[in-house]
């Protein structure tokens, strides 16, 4: 029994050797794809033109300056009349935000995307001030890639005072590289027509599942936004989670309350139970983020193919089984 033991420690760690060599062999491989585009800070750009030059900024991105405002809006932030954008400038120039590294970190998950979708057309890079929108922090246009400086100014920084904290939790400078990477995954995992709880789980694991080969280095934290202390929550919860959502039946409910419980950003999910309040928001896309991972463990198969698949095809071929922590 001893010696058949020290067999299997050997396979184990032969294989753990053989995919770290693997994964080494693709880093380097991506390391050396040319992505050349450039980094454009236009809230910089904005901030020291005039009147005058408003103009020559909307030839040159014409898509932030839609055509239903009116110039006057535009000169009251250049003239320094509109209070909040002001302060918005002034919070952002204090940040000192390093954008050669925020640049290199952007490259980075564009190189890792045309690794695995080499149809992808790297854009350009631009940073906006975007009056801390949260649903435009990171947002990936034809022509550009956009990325609101201003919601990454630090989780207690007091413009955030007014938001709900597990929004302004994430609006670190550490998250922009994962934000970046799911933004653009995005732009590869259409939503399907099925109302059921079981794709939504399924969609929201592949996006997370192209978001880690996108930025492998970044720690699945951040990946799913969640904090430190979140994470390691639900991790420790897993088995707890997924018997829940079978004992209840919901993995084929149609029930759109569902996606409000547990797949949306929220304070916590909704279990209904004491314990509602220890959770993270979107506990849902963990675990589909899990049952995805271990799809792609168990079959060979490519990312630009996995994108494609129905969900009850991924669970059914996942091998997925969670265990007691």
């Not at 918005?88 to 000192?96: P, Q, T």
């Not at 959502?245 to 759109?256: A, E, K, M, R, V």
């Not at 271990?294 to 996995?306: K, Q």
């Amino acid at each position: 029994m001893k010696y058949l033991f020290k067999i299997l420690v050997v396979l184990a760690f032969a294989k753990a050797l053989s995919s770290c060599n693997s994964e080494s062999k693709i880093e380097k491989e991506i390391s050396q794809i040319p992505i050349n585009v450039g980094l454009r800070t236009f809230h910089n750009e904005f901030k020291n033109a005039d009147t005058t030059d408003l103009s020559q900024l909307k030839a040159k991105y014409p898509y932030l300056f839609p055509s239903h405002l009116p110039d006057s809006i535009w000169y009251e932030k250049m003239q320094g009349r509109d209070t909040i954008y002001s302060i918005l400038e002034e919070e952002v120039e204090k940040a000192s935000f390093d954008y050669k590294e925020l640049k290199d970190e952007v490259v980075d998950v564009m190189k890792h995307v045309k690794y695995y979708f080499p149809e992808y057309q790297a854009t350009p890079i631009t940073t906006i001030i975007s009056e801390v929108d949260y649903r435009m922090q990171v947002v990936p246009f034809q022509e550009d890639l956009l990325i609101s400086i201003d919601t990454y100014l630090g989780k207690d920084n007091d413009l955030y005072a007014g938001m709900n904290s597990y929004q302004s939790q994430h609006f670190n400078k550490e998250n922009i590289k994962a934000d970046v990477a799911h933004a653009i995954a995005k732009l590869f995992v259409e939503p399907g027509n099925d109302r059921r709880f079981l794709e939504s789980i399924i969609y929201h694991g592949k996006l997370h599942y192209l978001q880690s080969l996108f930025a492998p280095d970044q720690p699945d934290y951040l990946i799913l936004k969640y904090s430190k202390e979140e994470y390691e929550f639900t991790k420790e919860n897993e088995l707890e989670v997924w018997r829940y959502f079978i004992d209840q039946n919901l993995l084929y409910s149609t029930n759109p309350e569902l996606q409000s419980r547990f797949i949306q950003p929220a304070p916590f999910s909704k279990f209904y139970l004491d314990i509602d309040s220890s959770t993270p928001g979107g506990i849902a896309r963990y675990i589909g983020y899990k049952i995805v991972a271990s799809y792609m463990e168990n079959n060979e198969i490519d990312p630009s193919t996995l994108v494609s698949l129905p969900a009850e095809t991924i669970f059914k071929n996942s091998q997925y089984k969670p265990v007691q922590q």
